[in-house]
C-alpha cells in the first residue's frame, strides 16, 4: 500500500523559509514523478513544483521560482521542498503527489496525472 506523508509545515513570518518533507512507504519513489500541490484558502488546488523520477528535470509555476526548490532523494525515499522568500500568498495546505504514468525523464503539473496523495501539511505566512 502507497503512503505519501508530509511533515514540516507551520507558521512563518513573511520573508522566512520552511523545508516541507514527503516520506513514501509501500513504494519505491525512482519511478515515480513527485509533485507538490497547494490550495490556498478559497482557491482551487494547484500545482507548484514537480521533478521526474530520475532528478533531471523540475518545473515550477512562475510565482514560485526563484524562491522554491525541489529536490529528491531516491536512496531515502523522499521528496523535499526547500521555501525561501515566503509570502503571505503561499498560505496553504500543501500536498505531494505521486504517478508512474510520465517517462522517468519528465514530469507534469497536471493534477489528473497522480495517483498518491498525502494527507497535506499546512503552510502559514503570517506577521
Known amino acids: 500500500q502507497v503512503q505519501l506523508v508530509e511533515s514540516g509545515g507551520g507558521l512563518v513570518q513573511p520573508g522566512g523559509s520552511l523545508r516541507l518533507s514527503c516520506a513514501a512507504s509501500?513504494?519505491?519513489?525512482?519511478?515515480?514523478?513527485i509533485a507538490w500541490f497547494r490550495q490556498s484558502p478559497g482557491k482551487e488546488r494547484e500545482g507548484v513544483s514537480c521533478?521526474?523520477?530520475?532528478?533531471?528535470?523540475?518545473w515550477s509555476v512562475e510565482p514560485v521560482r526563484g524562491r522554491f526548490t525541489i529536490s529528491r532523494d531516491n536512496a531515502k525515499n523522499t521528496v523535499t521542498l526547500q521555501m525561501n522568500g515566503l509570502k503571505p500568498e503561499d498560505t496553504g495546505v500543501y500536498y505531494c503527489?505521486?504517478?508512474?504514468?510520465?517517462?522517468?525523464?519528465?514530469?507534469?503539473?497536471?493534477?489528473?496525472?497522480?495517483?498518491?496523495w498525502g494527507q497535506g501539511t499546512q503552510v502559514t505566512v503570517s506577521s
Open positions: 509501500g513504494v519505491t519513489l525512482d519511478y515515480f514523478a
Open positions: 521533478i521526474s523520477g530520475n532528478g533531471g528535470y523540475i
Open positions: 503527489a505521486a504517478e508512474s504514468r510520465s517517462a522517468r525523464s519528465v514530469c507534469v503539473l497536471w493534477e489528473p496525472s497522480y495517483d498518491y
